[in-house]
């Protein structure tokens, strides 16, 4: 009999360049997609998923209780992966509320969800409930701010700056302790910043390259200093597969690609591949469309994940080189535009 997997947030970016393969690779699994579909959920993410016989789609909210307890029961669900999340750091800001009860109070509802189905008691598992797993996708912001030099490890102490990490760092802590109080089978992982196809357009990459399209300015937070660590999605994807399979209990696993840019560099290498790819019609370069704005508000300096553990232990590596992963994620956006 396939066991039924629920994966939350499939229609948003990574989740949606997550399920696809994910399908593929394990025709095994009834793989059920449970997402909002709020602003950054789209279901035309999940295009290539159609017709597949072992997929489903359920629109509903992680912040309901009663709904989650009723798809664990009656899907009989026997393992999570945990994508839905409000994941923006200017919409966190400006509006955290919906932060709070998605990621933190909505992350609680499923983990006890899955503690009330698969186990009786702390420690006490049901029978052919023994491999059930419930994987925690989280950010490599909950560990704050580095400085120039250093990496965050998974023995980072966390130090959250903005509501967004602020709540996703609660909400690792909490899936933490359901591994430690009731011994539930619970893996996590912390990433760096994504970048592919299908992310929402309020993105830096997304937002500097449909700017480009519509001769629109590209703003730039301050004078474009901050650093992060860059990963294609699909090898980030890859590696939560890795996790959900093979890593232990309890543990945190950090993934990024050791590919640091500054986000003036970033931008200004989009607008030099738009200039060849796209060239504009007045001969001039898309750089000039490049504006500073006054700087985000707490605005983390750099990030930078190791990922040693995740290499030493699971053999997990990024396969994908930036630039190539670059331009074909521009490909993908001008092709959608055009």
Known sequence: MKQSILIT????????????????????????????????????????????SNYSFIQADICDMNAMEE???????????????ESHVDNSINGPRAFIDTNI???????QAAYSYWMTAPGQVRKSYESCRFHHISTDEVYGSLGAEGLF????????????????????????????????????????NNYGPKQHA???????????????HIPVYGNGSNIRDWIYVKDHCKAIDLIFHSGKAGE?????????????????????????????????????????????????FRYAIDS?????????????????????????????AM
């Open 202 to 216: 309020e993105k830096l990459i997304p937002k500097t390259i449909l700017n480009c399209i519509a001769l629109k």
């Open 105 to 111: 109070t909505g992350t609680f509802n499923l983990l």
């Open 153 to 192: 490890t998974e023995k980072t102490a966390y130090a959250p700056n903005s509501p967004y990490s602020a709540s996703k760092a609660s909400s690792d802590h909490i899936a933490h302790a359901f591994f430690k109080t009731y011994g539930l089978n619970v893996t996590i992982s912390n990433c760096s």
């Open 252 to 300: 945190t696993y950090n993934v990024g690609a050791s590919n640091e840019q500054t986000n003036l560099s970033l931008v200004k290498m989009i607008c030099t591949i738009m200039d060849r790819k796209l060239p504009r019609a007045d001969g001039r370069s898309y750089m000039e469309l490049i504006s500073y704005v006054q700087d985000r508000a707490g605005h983390d």
């Open 308 to 336: 040693t553990k995740i290499k030493n232990e699971l053999g997990w590596v990024p396969e994908t080189s930036f630039e190539d992963a670059l331009e074909q994620t521009i490909d993908w956006y001008i092709r959608k």
């Open 71 to 85: 798809i664990f029961t009656s899907l009989d669900i026997r393992g999570v992966i945990h994508f839905a999340a």
């Open 9 to 52: 947030g499939g229609a948003g970016f990574i989740g949606s360049n997550f399920v696809p393969e994910f399908c593929a690779r394990h025709p095994d699994y009834n793989v059920i997609v449970l997402d909002k579909l709020t602003y950054a959920g789209d279901m035309s993410n999940l295009y290539e998923c159609h017709g597949k």
